[in-house]
């Protein structure tokens, strides 16, 4: 095996380098002849800050500049939230590893002056921030009696805005929290029944050059199979679908023994509008799966809404 250093390509935010750095060690600790260095590069996520995600638009918008430089092998490989990664990779490049998820669920973060309240309880017209479409959408249709308000930057940024009194609540993905040791502020984890979550929503996705066989030896003893095989279902209900990463589309997942369960939605941006459907299949054909969901709510209608949102 190789003697040269392994660069990792991340994002500078805090939660990025934690993710990062988790990898690093645990790779440290499965190969201890091997060096890891980790190379820290800002994406247009990161500093288009005053602009709706929505409105930016997807095409790797957390992932492009890691991307470009692995392509360009100034790294090998690249540490995302597997949910910031397009479904569709530029060429050359490939998903070589899932890690395993920590809890996939949204969770309500509330200002002090609401500790008692939970999402059925907090006050007709309290501002709740978040910019996804898709907590937007689900929300709406469940809570339309909220004012729903954009919030941009990192979970640090995001956490301060809100204890400032910008804002009543604010929804973020609990895993996140976690990772950034502030389970704490999790007020409430929303149930699946009122929000699905975002594709790949609390697993590390690592992508690496298509072939590299080195790289690919190495990142794969994190590999956590079922997590692996509920987000392949889970990507390949939203390619299928063509909608990127702003889009109002969630889903839910669950794999027992070899059946995985893959319940998927898509909604207006009022929230009037709401498709759901489940499908179950063998978890080793979670591609299919995924294909076979997005094919079901088609037939009900889930372009016309997606196109709707596209106008
Ligand atoms: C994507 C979305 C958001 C991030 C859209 C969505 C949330 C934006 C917002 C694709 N990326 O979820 O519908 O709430 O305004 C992001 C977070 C994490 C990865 C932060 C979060 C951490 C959790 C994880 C931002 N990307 O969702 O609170 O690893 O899943």
Redesign the pocket.
Known sequence: MTSRTIRIASRKSQ?ALVQTYWVKAELEKAFPNLTFEVVTMETQGDKILDVS?SKIGDKGL?TQELEDGMLKRETDFAVH????LPTNLPQGLMLGCVTKRED?ADALVVHAKHKDKQLDTLPQGAVIG??????LAQLRHHFPHFNFKD??GN?NTRLAKLDSGDYDAI???A??LQRLDMSDRIHQIIPSNISL??V?????GIECREGDQEILAIIKVLEDGPTRDRCYAERAFLRTLEGG??VPIGVNTNIEGDTLTLTGMVASLDGQKLLKDTVIGNSHHADQIGIDLANLLREKGADQILAEIER
């Open positions: 939660l995600l957390f939230s597997l949910k910031d996939p978040t910019s996804s479409l898709r907590r919030i941009r979970v929804i973020l993905a895993a996140g979550h975002a790949g929503q609390g697993a590390l990463c702003q």
